[in-house]
């Protein structure tokens, strides 16, 4: 769901930058379907995003992907097949199999940019091992339990630290013997670990973290980390607060 206003100067570069991200994993003949509620609706300026979010959880919950009206001709600046994007025309079915997912864009003027991406509720339910009453419509029953298993592994950030540059290498290799012991667990070993080193952990002058999917894959990029990669923070140095007015109607 783009920001989508129909500008000449604005669409082209936010389907650019869908097309350099989202999109850069899909082929020409599986696009990523954008769209704005803006072409139904109009411009809600405060209320343009929720708008947007409400028509994107809809499409959800209905397994069913709405088309944008008085689409005629796309902006001659977007080039749509090799950007991987199309823009529906008509009512489709949500595309399966997978869990249903969407992302919802959004700008304010005053230069902020939100993004914000929605599951569906049964995927994100069944992933979380949690039974709960919801309002999608299931277009194949056995379609979240069949793909679930198939889903890309989720990423987890792992962050560690120390009070010397070597130190976080060595933390790191120590923790090898725990790691190569849960590769078979569930993701639950992986998930309290990740958990334990971000917010029950001191956190130390020297840092350097790893993203990775799997107990497997950390272990490999442990054995592979450069510390040239690490960041050194003053637990010393005070911070300033500063207001930022910039006289477009957005402060923080």
Request: hydrophobic share 35%.
């Amino acid at each position: 769901e783009c920001h989508g206003t129909g500008t000449q100067a604005g669409d082209w570069q936010e389907l650019q930058a869908i097309s350099q991200t989202i999109a850069s994993a899909r082929t020409v003949d599986n696009p990523v379907l954008v769209g704005s509620v803006k072409t139904n609706i109009g411009h809600l300026e405060g209320a343009a995003g929720i708008a947007g979010l409400i028509k994107g959880v809809l499409a959800l919950e209905r397994g069913r992907v709405p088309p944008n009206i008085n689409f005629i001709k796309g902006n001659p600046k977007i080039d749509f097949e090799n950007w991987k994007v199309k823009v529906p025309t008509e009512v489709m079915d949500w595309p399966i199999p997978g869990i249903r997912r969407v992302s919802v864009n959004s700008f304010g003027f005053g230069g902020t940019n939100a993004h914000v991406v929605v599951d569906e509720a049964p995927g994100y339910l069944a992933a979380k091992g949690l039974d709960a009453n919801h309002s999608s419509t299931d277009i194949v029953p056995s379609r979240i339990n069949a793909t679930l298993a198939e889903e890309i592994p989720e990423a987890r950030l792992f962050c560690y630290s120390a009070s010397d540059n070597d130190g976080v290498s060595r933390v790191m290799k120590s923790h090898a013997p725990f790691l190569e012991s849960i590769q078979n667990d569930t993701g639950d070993s992986l998930r309290n670990y990740s958990y334990t080193l971000g917010c029950r952990r001191s956190n130390l002058e020297w840092k350097g973290f790893i993203v990775a999917e799997s107990a497997k894959d950390l272990l490999g990029k442990i054995q592979t980390f450069n510390t040239g990669s690490l960041a050194r923070s003053s637990l010393k140095k005070q911070t300033r607060l500063a207001f930022i007015f910039c006289g477009q109607g957005a402060q923080w």
